[in-house]
């Protein structure tokens, strides 16, 4: 069985070699200034982000996997987010670890008291902007205390605004592990399933457009290729988007399959359509830990 360590360590060693190559080429590029060296180094930076979304889409897709890995070897986990090469996409979704279910009024009183201080913070990022002149840290601290410790006297202004961006993006997980609660999923859930409408029905009509302007060689031509791509990569963005959402929330992308009428595709909703596309890796936990137990001892 191929573990997920297995596939952090073939990323890891895949996106080293990568660098190593780019740096190699970045140099003969400073000496020689060549397009053909360049146009090299743009298809290794282009294989690099492939292999990153790659390994961010194995991650959700393992999901389940990850929190065994934390739960049981925490610190093996932490030596793959130090990783150079690995480390920093792993970081990116690590917070998805801390979700767990909640009951419904919980969850709404935590999302309710989230947005009241996601309200401060804007207030706060508003009051710096038009702040002119050194700032008294000690009245602005006063008035927005949450930023205690994030930011001190003598601060530049671009430098309180980074703390106070740093300060709702802390906020905005915690709103979203909040949201992908039984009771409150379904809120962005709807959200985005309208936002992948939109986008279906934009690409259709660009679609059209094209047949209609196609061998014409006009500006009209050239329009409507752009409002098709514009258009697809909106449905390809929300897509992943509506994906990325079931994943984090295995248990109820189940309950989506298990409500499925096999007798009537009619009846289906979009997002149940949406919801058989997505397969998370199953892994059982005491089988997954002894593999893991026998690969440790033989490294």
Same mark, same amino acid.
């Given at each position: 069985?191929?573990?997920?360590?297995?596939?952090?360590?073939?990323?890891?060693?895949?996106?080293?070699?990568?660098?190593?190559?780019?740096?190699?080429?970045?140099?003969?590029?400073?000496?020689?200034?060549?397009?053909?060296?360049?146009?090299?180094?743009?298809?290794?930076?282009?294989?690099?982000?492939?292999?990153?979304?790659?390994?961010?889409?194995? #991650? !959700? =897709?393992?999901?389940?996997?990850?929190?065994? $890995?934390? +739960?049981?070897?925490?610190? %093996?986990? *932490?030596?793959?987010?130090?990783?150079?090469?690995?480390?920093?996409?792993?970081?990116?979704?690590?917070?998805?670890?801390?979700?767990?279910?909640?009951?419904?009024?919980?969850?709404?009183?935590?999302?309710?008291?989230?947005?009241?201080?996601?309200?401060?913070?804007?207030?706060?990022?508003?009051?710096?902007?038009?702040?002119?002149?050194?700032?008294?840290?000690?009245?602005?601290?006063?008035?927005?205390?949450?930023?205690?410790?994030?930011?001190?006297?003598?601060?530049?202004?671009?430098?309180?605004?980074?703390?106070?961006?740093?300060?709702?993006?802390?906020?905005?997980?915690?709103?979203?592990?909040? #949201? !992908? =609660?039984?009771?409150?999923?379904?809120?962005? $859930?709807? +959200?985005?399933?309208?936002? %992948?409408? *939109?986008?279906?029905?934009?690409?259709?009509?660009?679609?059209?457009?094209?047949?209609?302007?196609?061998?014409?060689?006009?500006?009209?031509?050239?329009?409507?290729?752009?409002?098709?791509?514009?258009?697809?990569?909106?449905?390809?963005?929300?897509?992943?988007?509506?994906?990325?959402?079931?994943?984090?929330?295995?248990?109820?992308?189940?309950?989506?399959?298990?409500?499925?009428?096999?007798?009537?595709?009619?009846?289906?909703?979009?997002?149940?359509?949406?919801?058989?596309?997505?397969?998370?890796?199953?892994?059982?936990?005491?089988?997954?830990?002894?593999?893991?137990?026998?690969?440790?001892?033989?490294?």
């Amino acid at each position: 069985m191929k573990l997920l360590i297995d596939y952090l360590e073939d990323s890891s060693a895949y996106i080293r070699e990568r660098k190593q190559t780019l740096h190699k080429l970045e140099r003969q590029y400073r000496q020689m200034y060549s397009r053909d060296t360049k146009k090299e180094m743009h298809d290794i930076e282009e294989d690099i982000r492939r292999k990153q979304a790659e390994l961010t889409q194995e #991650l !959700l =897709t393992r999901l389940e996997e990850l929190r065994f $890995l934390k +739960k049981y070897f925490p610190d %093996l986990l *932490q030596t793959y987010m130090e990783d150079e090469y690995v480390g920093k996409t792993i970081t990116r979704k690590a917070w998805l670890l801390d979700f767990q279910e909640i009951p419904p009024q919980q969850a709404a009183a935590g999302l309710a008291a989230l947005r009241a201080q996601r309200a401060k913070v804007r207030q706060a990022r508003n009051f710096v902007k038009r702040w002119v002149g050194p700032l008294n840290m000690r009245s602005f601290l006063a008035t927005y205390p949450f930023l205690r410790g994030q930011v001190r006297a003598q601060m530049d202004k671009e430098d309180v605004l980074a703390a106070v961006d740093k300060a709702d993006r802390v906020l905005r997980r915690q709103g979203w592990l909040l #949201l !992908l =609660t039984q009771s409150l999923i379904g809120i962005p $859930l709807a +959200k985005f399933m309208a936002r %992948l409408a *939109q986008f279906r029905y934009q690409e259709a009509e660009a679609q059209r457009d094209c047949q209609r302007t196609r061998g014409q060689g006009s500006v009209a031509e050239v329009g409507s290729l752009r409002k098709l791509e514009k258009a697809r990569r909106g449905r390809e963005h929300y897509g992943n988007v509506l994906k990325q959402i079931l994943l984090a929330n295995p248990d109820y992308l189940r309950s989506i399959k298990k409500s499925r009428n096999w007798l009537s595709r009619k009846k289906e909703t979009d997002l149940q359509r949406l919801a058989e596309t997505v397969n998370p890796f199953t892994v059982h936990e005491r089988a997954w830990l002894d593999e893991m137990k026998k690969r440790l001892a033989t490294e």
